[in-house]
């Protein structure tokens, strides 16, 4: 079973707008992370941002944040004031406690900025 | 902090061939993580190493192989190469903390190419 869902496999976003990336996991595991990586066409993956299950309030870093709505088993990244640079694949990923080194992928949304 | 690194950054080989890659951690770092990027499968986990012991390994044949050394430097082989295993091969490394929730750190990647 896909345990991690990204459904929109490409966006376009204005120069300067927020957008907002889905995704949806699926766990019975209570204890686990959830995070975002940016894959430029570099290939290097690039960590964004983490939000752990038990954390009570959504994780910002600078320009990222993540709506996180665990009933909902949906964690959703949001880019604020896009800039050209931000386009690139964006991953979202899990991680259960029990799985040693285990980061499961979802499929990736290709986002594309537009000037 | 450098970042992780990996070598070489390209490679082509033929079929039936093996290949040997290399990642250093991040300093501190002790756990190191593999997978695998392809177009059709996406990013698949390979295996994770701490403190020289394997610890989880992913649903890969014998073929992929890894150790790692006393100074957290990892390797991972694949032999008798076949088409398929054509990919971007990615390393990532992470600090023990967060009840093994860490952040994996990636390096530039591995690309591979089987002619």
């Known amino acids: 079973a896909q345990k991690i869902t990204q459904t929109q496999p490409g966006m376009f976003v204005q120069e300067k707008e927020a957008v907002t990336l889905d995704c949806t996991y699926d766990t019975s595991d209570p204890s686990y992370g959830l995070f975002w990586y940016k894959q430029p066409s570099s290939g290097e993956m690039i960590f964004l941002i983490y939000?752990?299950?038990?954390?009570?309030q959504n994780a910002t870093e600078g320009r990222y944040s993540l709506n996180f709505q665990k009933a909902r088993k949906s964690a959703n990244l949001v880019i604020s004031a896009s800039q050209l640079g931000d386009s690139a694949m964006y991953f979202c990923a899990m991680r259960e406690i029990g799985s040693q080194g285990n980061l499961i992928f979802g499929k990736g949304t290709k986002l594309s900025v537009k000037p | 902090k450098a970042g992780v690194t990996q070598t070489p950054r390209y490679l082509i080989k033929t079929r039936g061939q093996q290949v040997t890659l290399s990642c250093s951690p991040i300093s501190g770092h002790r756990s190191v993580s593999w997978y695998q990027q392809t177009p059709g499968q996406g990013l698949q986990f390979l295996f994770e190493?701490?403190?020289?012991?394997?610890?989880n390994k992913g649903n890969f044949p014998g073929r992929f192989s890894g150790r790692q050394f006393s100074n957290s430097r990892s390797e991972m082989n694949v032999s008798t190469l076949e088409l398929g295993d054509s990919a971007l091969y990615l390393c990532?490394?992470?600090?023990?903390?967060?009840?093994?929730?860490?952040?994996?750190?990636f390096g530039p990647g591995t690309r591979l190419l089987v002619l």
């Open positions: 939000q752990g299950s038990y954390d009570q």
């Open positions: 190493y701490f403190s020289e012991t394997q610890r």
């Open positions: 990532a490394s992470s600090q023990k903390k967060r009840g093994g929730l860490e952040t994996q750190y």
